[in-house]
């Protein structure tokens, strides 16, 4: 699985859109970008997932470049309740494993 | 329909014991995986469950070990423990099923074990 490279840590103010970078310049053409957030010590939660087209649900957007070397989460009118570790995951859709490669994520704080 | 379970939800155990953490998966999902989370090295995959059979297994000392059940219910299980094993463990579900695809994954609230 292509390795992924985040910020460490991100500040939005309430209200603002939340836009979270990821790096996976080594991606191959059979592997999905994951989003997954982490609230304190709870199980990480699934955002939002997508091959090379822009996704959006109910959460957020999720934009991939055209070369798939980087993609962006989009939240787009950040909370409270949004301050989370955000993990960017690359993953093979040809290997039949549900193991996911965690890195260590982006910490975003949104503040009032 | 209701998410992934997992209990306990806290333990606190003595090294040198074990530990047996169990994780009930989303209806209809037939692959659970488990993970450990700590503040040193993050969260780590442990091993994956699919058809009462292990899948797939990561880096983890023998002492860690896993089993599925008929209906896809998962225990995992942390022989002898050490200080070091205390962690979140996570567990998650998806749909599984054989054939090139990328399921969704689900998680637990995880497990918080403390080894004294």
């Known amino acids: 699985d292509a390795k992924t490279t985040q910020p460490t840590s991100m500040d939005c103010a309430e209200g603002r859109a939340a836009n979270l970078p990821c790096n996976h310049s080594?991606?191959?053409?059979?592997?999905?970008v994951y989003w997954y957030r982490q609230i304190h010590s709870q199980g990480p939660q699934y955002i939002i997932h997508?091959?090379?087209n822009n996704e959006t649900n109910e959460m957020a957007s999720l934009i991939i470049t055209e070369d798939r070397k980087s993609s962006t989460l989009i939240l787009p009118h950040a909370t409270l309740r949004d301050t989370a570790v955000y993990y960017c995951?690359?993953?093979?859709?040809?290997?039949?494993?549900?193991?996911?490669?965690f890195g260590t994520g982006t910490r975003l704080q949104v503040f009032p | 329909k209701a998410g992934v379970t997992q209990t306990p939800r806290y333990l606190i155990k003595t090294r040198g014991q074990q530990v047996t953490l169990s994780c009930s998966p989303i209806?209809?999902?037939?692959?659970v995986s488990w993970y450990q989370q700590t503040p040193g090295q993050g969260l780590q995959f442990l091993f994956e469950?699919?058809?009462?059979?292990?899948?797939n297994k990561g880096n983890f000392p023998g002492r860690f070990s896993g089993r599925q059940f008929s209906n896809s219910r998962s225990e995992m299980n942390v022989s002898t423990l050490e200080l070091g094993d205390s962690a979140l463990y996570l567990c998650?579900?998806?749909?599984?099923?054989?054939?090139?695809?990328?399921?969704?994954?689900?998680f637990g609230p995880g497990t918080r074990l403390t080894v004294l």
């Open positions: 998650a579900s998806s749909l599984g099923g054989a054939g090139v695809s990328t399921d969704t994954q689900y």
């Open positions: 080594t991606i191959s053409g059979n592997e999905y």
């Open positions: 997508g091959l090379k």
């Open positions: 995951i690359v993953r093979s859709r040809r290997v039949r494993t549900d193991k996911l490669i």
């Open positions: 209806s209809g999902h037939r692959s």
């Open positions: 469950y699919f058809s009462e059979t292990q899948r």
